[in-house]
């Protein structure tokens, strides 16, 4: 089972749509209906931590679960679930200096998991508000993703099957699909 926290997302049930036609057993919770011990008592085979309005300290239990779940199990967040998990591991997300476009394309290293199915290059329809900081990264983070204007939008940590995108998966169009189908394939190795 995977499980998806809603951080107040309004684009939560479009997510939860996309995604669970290709994961299928997916459960959605908001970020305050539970404890981090009443998450991993569940023992989810993997964690989405979703975007949402705010900042990370109004993200409920999403900064404590990450601190107690078992280290084998995979963590992606997305937007501010991305920014979660981008403090935890010791970086930090600024605002991205929007540029204004919302087409845009992004340099994906392949060889991080999440996205070993997709092309070196691919286009993304998003406004991009944060990004992580290329000052404030940490030993424990890898860059995974930039754009054309130089935002770092992806990473994942180096020590954990732990990653961190931007946008939703969504806005890549089908070829966002594969990022969910990596992160799947993750599951169990």
């Not at 908001?30 to 993200?59: F, H, K, Q, W, Y």
């Not at 392949?110 to 199915?117: A, D, P, T, V």
């Not at 991009?128 to 054309?148: G, P, Q, Y």
């Amino acid at each position: 089972m995977i499980l998806l926290i809603d951080n107040y997302d309004p684009a939560m049930r479009e997510f939860y749509k996309y995604a669970s036609d290709i994961c299928g057993d997916i459960n959605v919770i908001r970020n305050d209906e539970m404890s981090a011990d009443d998450i991993c008592a569940l023992s989810p085979d993997a964690v989405i931590i979703g975007s949402g309005c705010g900042n990370v300290s109004d993200t409920g239990i999403c900064i404590s679960i990450i601190d107690i779940l078992p280290e084998k199990t995979p963590v992606l967040g997305i937007g501010l679930g991305a920014e979660i998990i981008a403090n935890y591991l010791g970086a930090s997300f600024v605002n991205s200096g929007n540029t204004g476009k919302n087409v845009f394309n992004t340099g994906l290293d392949r060889s991080c998991s999440i996205f070993k199915n997709m092309p070196e290059f691919a286009e993304c329809r998003a406004d991009i508000l944060k990004s992580l900081s290329s000052f404030c990264l940490s030993e424990n983070v890898l860059v995974t993703a930039r754009d054309e204007y130089g935002r770092n939008i992806a990473f994942c940590s180096r020590n954990r099957n732990m990653f961190g995108i931007c946008p939703y998966p969504i806005f890549f169009g089908d070829e966002g699909k594969n990022i969910i189908r990596s992160f799947v394939s993750i599951i169990g190795e």
